[in-house]
């Protein structure tokens, strides 16, 4: 386990740059730019995930390992994802 302490300040911008990026989803779920909505949204989820996944899960400062099974679920994710997909488009 890391021993690595944030400052509070850190965890505020963190913080505050989710609340900014919910903003801009919202402002892209109001937009209309055709098909590139999914793709800004993705975008925007993402990088979310991986501010939340890095700080607050204090995944950015733990050993290898723990980047090796973050990594690990993150595949996984992406499998099935395309696996659902396949199945999804081969039914369109």
């Known amino acids: 386990m890391s021993n690595h302490i944030l400052p509070k300040k850190t965890y505020y911008m963190i913080g505050a740059a989710l609340m900014m990026l919910l903003a801009v989803t919202v402002g ?5 730019l055709g098909p ?13 995930a991986v501010l939340v996944v890095l700080y607050f899960m204090h ?21 099935m994802l395309i696996l659902t997909m396949g199945d999804f488009l081969a039914r369109y």
């Open 59 to 79: 995944v950015k400062y733990n050993s290898r390992l723990t980047w090796v099974f973050a990594s690990g679920g993150v595949l996984w994710l992406l499998i």
């Open 28 to 32: 892209v779920a109001l937009l209309h």
């Open 36 to 48: 590139f909505n999914v793709l800004v949204a993705l975008g925007v989820a993402v990088t979310k």
